[in-house]
């Protein structure tokens, strides 16, 4: 009924439905699921029986969606042959189990391609007329309600694979600038480099063989001389290569955001920020670095745990002390207390490096929020 990997997934890697963002859309949708049991509400009273068999058919309805959302998808044929078959099973008692259908729909037309997808729900309508005539013949509600539930859901899921095939397109190009940048990057330190190093090195190393050669003969004034000059190009050298390294722009605070900002909204993050003006002209170089390893430190620890998208950052610059606020709007229902991990823990000890004080906090509007205090005296030494 179901085609293997290589055609659902029609070469393409698409992430699970139980995966990040779509992770609290896919368990919430099971709320929608309920309506299963309106026909047999209505058709009430009914033999004990029948509502043995619904309740179980309907639990083993949401077990088998949960593993199907949660597995690779080389195993998801399986759960959805299964979850087509228990609909088409539970349907002769209740009408309700059209509902079934409606999760199928949305799973299909996520993971197949279009063409594929209406291929498949077209075959699954008419199996669903079929089953009307031949066994709901006076009633019109089952094959309406698993027609139009099938197909509309279909059509959701065919929206969020064109949507995440494009988030995907977009994180592939901003990842292949990234790679380009940090290329072109490294060429130009090399040019640099190579310019200022290129000519030294090669009056060097002719003063060299030209000492080799006056010592050979026996001239150790001339020697001395080239070797004179050899010490003043190799510290010429050095002079010049530390300029050309200092001048190699490092990423400074804002830099640090700005970067970070758009890794957030790549991932679909809500993102406000607020950086006071000329606080780096008050930070040290230890102080800037830290703070801005501080900064990515936390955009990673909101990108693998966050559950939320809204995310704010605020670095104010005050008459006592220079704060950093960071808010991650998540899982309000989080635990209270907050388990550190290598992440949080490496932020309080950059902290601790420059003398600023750091906390973390679970509140019951934020789910992470971290608060970093640099006293001013501090800040100015």
Avoid at 288 to 311: C, D, F, I, W, Y
Avoid at 319 to 343: F, S
């Amino acid at each position: 009924m179901l085609e293997n990997k290589a055609s659902l997934n029609s070469g393409i890697a698409m992430p699970l439905l139980a995966s990040g963002r779509k992770k609290r859309w896919s368990y919430s949708s099971l709320f929608f699921s309920l309506f299963f049991f309106v026909p047999l509400i209505l058709s009430t009273p009914l033999h004990g029986t029948v509502w043995i068999t619904q309740l179980l058919g309907y639990a083993l309805f949401v077990a088998l969606y949960i593993q199907a959302i949660n597995k690779p998808v080389n195993r998801l044929p399986y759960f959805l042959t299964a979850l087509i078959i228990l609909g088409y099973a539970l349907s002769f008692q209740n009408p309700g189990g059209a509902i079934i259908f409606g999760f199928v729909g949305f799973i299909i037309g996520y993971y197949y391609t279009l063409k594929k997808g209406i291929a498949f729900i077209s075959t699954l309508a008419v199996s669903l007329a079929l089953l009307q005539l031949l066994v709901f013949k006076g009633e019109g509600f089952y094959l309406l309600a698993a027609t139009i539930n099938s197909v509309v859901l279909f059509g959701f899921g065919a929206m969020e694979r064109k949507e995440t095939l494009y988030q995907m397109k977009e994180a592939k190009h901003a990842e292949s600038m990234r790679t380009l940048s940090a290329i072109a990057e490294r060429e130009r330190i090399g040019r640099d480099l190579h310019d200022v190093a290129g000519h030294a090195l090669s009056s060097i190393a002719l003063k060299a063989q030209l000492a080799d050669k006056l010592l050979a003969k026996n001239e150790v004034s001339l020697a001395q001389q080239e070797v004179k000059a050899l010490a003043q190009l190799s510290q010429s050298l050095l002079s010049d290569i530390r300029h050309a390294v200092s001048d190699i722009k490092h990423l400074t605070l804002s830099d640090e955001i700005s970067k970070n900002i758009a890794l957030l909204e790549e991932n679909h993050f809500v993102v406000s920020a607020t950086l006071s003006k000329n606080l780096e002209t008050t930070l040290s170089s230890l102080q800037e670095s830290q703070l801005a390893l501080v900064v990515k430190e936390l955009t990673t620890n909101t990108l693998r745990h966050s559950n939320g998208n809204k995310v704010s950052l605020e670095i104010t610059y005050q008459e006592d002390a220079i704060t950093l606020r960071y808010h991650d709007y998540g899982d309000t229902a989080a635990p209270q207390q907050l388990a550190e991990g290598n992440g949080l823990t490496g932020i309080r000890e950059r902290a601790d490096s420059i003398g600023a004080k750091v906390h973390f906090q679970h509140t019951p509007s934020v789910a992470f929020s971290c608060e970093l205090t640099l006293p001013y005296q501090l800040s100015r030494a």
